[in-house]
């Protein structure tokens, strides 16, 4: 047990002998513990380089070692749900040095990532995804009639979205030779290992009991009664020992709950389900955190963490600008405060979104609905048919996996639902898989919806207020991290929808329409520029009485941390062109291309949306006009 975590690298004579699984499979199994030890202090050492994903990763060291060692990577195909838990399979997959680049620009990802390494079978990011990609793995292999095998793995919460049993379900129906690997590690499906379910578990897995069965119902296809009733005698037999009652009805061979940590009883188990045919469900109970005592006692803390800095560097003052995420988190107090329909909704990000305070002060209406957006959503709309006001607190780029329901559920029915969407534009080292830069594209084009990107925290908190007293489907986008430190006015109070306000007034004939987070930037490349520079605030409905009345402007400028493609500059040259207005229009966004992990400000100035890439590009352009 480490309490610990290491800042010298730590010797690991073993684990530097794997560079790659062959490595690991030509090892004895009666090293395989030390390898493990190895593996799990040198996680530690990495990660407290550089930040990241921390207690999953700790948690199916033994199970990764396992599944490596048994089946023939990369040709079997592994895959990890959400990717929280990869680190330890990335490690022991030939990237056991790059491991402390991960996260950081030009280094690896945070993700499996197909591109990376042969061994990363599916890119994930979002959750719950791991079960469909591997059931299409079967059944490709099974229609190309090769004997390659799919697993996947499958935990931290994930089971909790409605994809993973849907994909449960079709792998059932089409009886798919494939193995699905519950890692519960308290955050999803838990139950308590006890001696006789581990004991029940062996005999379940092991080929005796697979003949026996076979051979039982060889005996009893002439007995169409008795084969019914030792079907349900076997059912009966497992549901009082476990909880995969349900896996059974949904086609699978249930095993488990088992050991995670016990490496001898994964190796045997997994072992014996490799060549089983049919869909196998193998449910796992490890420890999140497992071997680091502070994140065993808070794995909700231990989640993730940031990069351990040198002390010399410890007196470096942090930031005391509150994070958006906080202003919506007083925000939504204040307004639950004062509004007895309030309610508060949230698929699983009860402390990324910081709706801390509000579930202990609002307990009976707070609605964690686990890993299920499309459900949050569409739970939003049937409380707002009964005259609740719904907030629904959610990422942008998770926002996307409910599209359906926001156009169908939500905008099509003109219900009162208010969406506070967090983590709007880049996100930094989390990459593409988490960038919220296509909600302002997706929502502008939704009939009913009003869309708002406020550029400072006063801003989100003004807007916040106006889409919930909005009579209608509304949405406030605001971005990770601090504000700019402006002072917020305490009082509940509201902007005039669809306006927007001119935050520097120039003479060159430039006007710079900018739309959230980019707006400060904008100013300073406005201010050097002696250009006009109007914070938008609305992407829908534009402000209209604003661009009418740049009629004389030499060059009008869009500025967003979105897709260029269809999303608030878009809005501008639309209406510019339904009114005749001619104008020369320069639409300063993001590229149509995914932009790889990096820190916020590097990604920001790769894309030329810091101040000085957003003059560059007004300079080029109007040195292209031929204008001064």
């Known amino acids: 047990m480490f309490e610990e975590i290491p800042t010298t690298r730590p010797d690991t004579p073993l684990l530097d002998l794997v560079n790659e699984p062959s490595d690991l499979r030509a090892l004895k199994k009666e090293q395989l513990p030390t390898l493990i030890r190895e593996l799990r202090e040198f996680m530690l050492y990495s990660v407290g380089q550089t930040g990241g994903h921390f207690g999953a990763g700790l948690g199916v060291v033994e199970l990764t ?9 990369p040709e079997d195909r592994i895959v990890w749900d959400v990717g929280h838990q990869a680190y330890p ?27 990376e390494s042969k061994y990363d079978a599916f890119g994930v990011g979002h959750s719950s995804t791991s079960i469909g990609a591997a059931l299409g793995m079967s059944l490709a292999a099974r229609q190309l009639k090769s004997d390659r095998k799919a697993v996947a793995i499958i935990g931290d919460g994930a089971m909790s979205a409605g994809m993973a049993f849907e994909a449960l379900n079709h792998a059932g ?32 897995a092991s080929k005796t009991y697979d003949h026996i069965r076979k051979g039982g119902q060889k005996v009893f296809s002439g007995l169409p009664s008795a084969l019914e009733l030792a079907r349900k005698a076997e059912e009966h037999m497992k549901g009082m020992v476990s909880p995969g009652m349900m896996f059974e009805e949904l086609g699978f061979n249930y095993i488990g709950p088992i050991d995670g940590h016990d490496l001898d009883h994964l190796l045997t188990t997994i072992n ?24 065993e006692g808070d794995p909700i803390g231990y989640h993730a963490i940031n990069k351990i800095e040198p002390e010399q560097k410890t007196d470096i003052p942090k930031s005391t600008l509150p994070k958006y995420c ?18 508060a909704i949230t698929p699983a990000m009860k402390e990324g979104s910081d709706l801390i305070a509000f579930s202990e002060r609002f307990p009976d209406r707070y609605f964690d609905v686990a890993i299920a957006e499309q459900h949050a959503v569409t739970l939003a709309a049937g409380m707002a048919c009964e005259g609740v006001k719904p907030v629904v607190a959610i ?26 969407i967090d983590r709007a534009g880049l996100v930094g080292e989390d990459g593409p898989t988490h960038a919220g830069v296509y909600d302002l594209s997706y929502l502008r084009c939704i009939p009913n919806m009003i869309v708002m990107a406020p550029s400072d925290e006063d801003e989100c908190r003004k807007m916040l207020q106006t889409g919930y007293e909005y009579k209608g489907p509304a949405a406030v986008r605001y971005p990770r991290g601090t504000g700019q430190g402006v002072t917020i006015e305490s009082e509940l109070s509201i902007i005039d929808i669809g306006r927007s306000r001119t935050l520097h007034t120039g003479k060159s004939g430039v006007v710079i329409c900018a739309f959230g987070r980019p707006t400060y930037d904008a100013l300073q490349a406005a201010e050097h520029l ?17 661009l009418l009345a740049q009629r004389e402007a030499k060059l009008i400028v869009t500025v967003e941390e979105n897709a260029i493609m269809g999303g608030a500059g878009s809005a501008v040259s639309e209406f510019l062109h339904a009114n005749h207005i ?21 990604m920001l100035k790769h894309v030329g949306l810091d101040a000085d890439g957003i003059q560059s590009a007004i300079e080029k352009k109007l040195v292209s006009l031929n204008l001064p």
């Open 89 to 115: 399979h990335k490690i022991l997959t030939g990237r056991r040095e790059a491991l402390l680049s991960i996260r950081q620009e030009n280094g690896i990802s945070g993700f499996p990532k197909r591109d």
């Open 326 to 343: 906080n202003v919506f988190s007083q925000w939504i107090c204040d307004a639950a405060a004062q509004d007895e329909k309030l309610a």
């Open 65 to 73: 070692v396992a599944l490596h060692y048994i089946y023939n990577t």
């Open 173 to 204: 129906d089409v009886k798919a030779d494939m193995l699905v690997i519950l890692n519960d590690n308290e955050m999803s499906i838990s139950q308590p290992v006890g001696a006789l379910s581990s004991y029940f578990a062996r005999i379940w």
């Open 395 to 420: 990422y942008s780029t998770f926002l996307q996996r409910a599209y359906d329901q926001l156009i169908h559920d939500i905008a099509l029915q003109n219900l009162d639902v208010l969406f506070a």
């Open 272 to 295: 014996n389900l490799k060549d089983r045919s049919g869909p196998q469900f193998l449910h796992v109970m490890t420890k999140k955190g497992k071997g680091f005592e502070p994140a």
């Open 530 to 546: 002696d250009a006009t520079l109007i914070d938008m605030r609305f992407i829908k409905p534009i402000d209209e009485v604003a």
């Open 582 to 602: 001619r104008i020369p229009v320069l639409h300063i966004g993001l590229p149509d291309q995914y932009e790889e992990h990096a820190s916020h400000s590097s």
